[in-house]
């Protein structure tokens, strides 16, 4: 199909399967092969090495990215120059959404975290969802999804202390690990403290607390002595199962 | 015309100048006569007496309210029956948007904070939505800002201090009541705290040290010493202003 074309100087060509998992993604679903090729008209699929900053806060966006590989940081610069990790988009997840649509400046600055391939689309995407309904519909759904994400996470930080924070991330990672009583950190503390919301010294504290209930911790290595106890510690919310969710508009009465 | 009939039983007849006002705003805006007829077809208006719940956590919504006068608050109820304001959201705002597009249940419970009318959008709205592309970018650029509201709390929950989190909405407060130096706090600390994500016993240390540069607290009215002083606390992001913010959804190139 004409979407599976050469890309511009910087690009790559896309691949047919990369074509095929795009057009199962959210912002694709439904949509006819001219539209698909029209949205990617002109778009750069693209790999980063890590720390390149591909936005800056206060900036007017130039693209809506999608992480096909890899993770984002979103980061801002204090007035001091330090420079404090918001939160991490690992892939398969959409960004950039609100931004990319109404041109609104970027609240935060965003750099890859690690070796990331990202689908960079054009402005040509909103002249299309101006006409076009099926894509429209796909970006209600796309933005409902990241609505839910923010609201679920401004109920964790408001709600939840860091000991139960963190436990919740240590279950996640657990049964992303297939249930290994063994786990591995995905990424170093700093990372991982400005990803739940706290400083690092607050992570150090809650990691402390967690060992009264057997969790052990090795440089990255995390060892879950009772999974019930930390469960017990974690409190976890059964209506946000954060990034499982499959949400998509209801056009139905 | 014709969307301004009578209303069910329970509703109220919608006044001329009460739909003027909604045609004015992000879901009806540019929408065409019988649209918006076709919007209010069986929807309601209504008050509520302060206390009334209107959702709960867990169910699927049945309405997308828009708050009209008065505010809601949302809250979730704990493992030991407590419940924890988590926002308030006060008119006009619109509220319960995503869920009602994607029929996911509500992550948090809603009950009127004070009197409030509410103008409460049946199913319809997503019939609608299916054929309607004005309506479709309409909710877009709607979802566009809530995200970006969303987005912002994160940051400020992540990024500043109890103190200048206080100082920040004491400012805004201030700004509201067009730079009176003797400010009335809209609700109890109680409700304060948790719109700003602190606990009481937080907010009330975080008052003490606002009493450093000036800030001096007799009930519900906050005197502001030195304003200058209280902006150097408050660290304001210029990025976000938010609920001043009039996104909308871009369709050009």
């Known amino acids: 199909m004409s979407g599976a ?95 990319g649509l109404t041109m609104a400046t970027y609240l935060v600055s965003g750099r890859v975290a690690w070796v990331g391939k990202l689908l960079m689309l054009r402005g040509g995407l909103r002249s299309l969802i101006a006409e076009n309904l099926q894509l429209s519909h796909n970006m209600l759904g796309l933005l409902s999804r990241q609505f839910r994400v923010m609201v679920s996470q401004v109920k964790n930080l408001k709600l939840k202390t860091t000991a139960e924070r963190l436990s919740c991330y240590l279950i996640s ?31 150090s504290r809650a990691l402390a607390k967690l060992g009264d209930v057997g969790v052990s911790v090795k440089g990255s290595r995390v060892r879950i002595g009772d999974i019930d106890a930390l469960r017990d510690c974690c409190k976890p919310d059964d209506l946000i199962r954060e990034g499982q969710e499959d949400l998509r508009l209801v056009t139905g009465p």
């Open 5 to 99: 074309r050469g890309w511009g100087a910087m690009g790559q060509t896309i691949a047919s399967e990369e074509l095929e998992f795009l057009k199962k993604s959210l912002i694709f679903e439904d949509l006819d092969d001219a539209t698909v090729s029209a949205l990617l008209e002109g778009s750069l699929l693209q790999r980063f090495p890590v720390g390149t900053v591909l936005f800056n806060q206060g900036e007017i966006p130039d693209f809506l990215y999608l992480v096909l590989e890899g993770a984002l940081e979103l980061f801002t610069v204090g007035p001091d120059g330090d420079d404090t990790i918001i939160e991490i988009l690992e892939a398969p997840y959409t960004y950039t959404v609100a931004r």
């Open 173 to 203: 990672l657990q049964e992303q690990q297939l249930g290994a009583m063994e786990i591995t950190l995905p990424y170093d503390k700093r990372r991982i403290a400005a990803r739940l919301g706290m400083t690092p010294v607050s992570l």
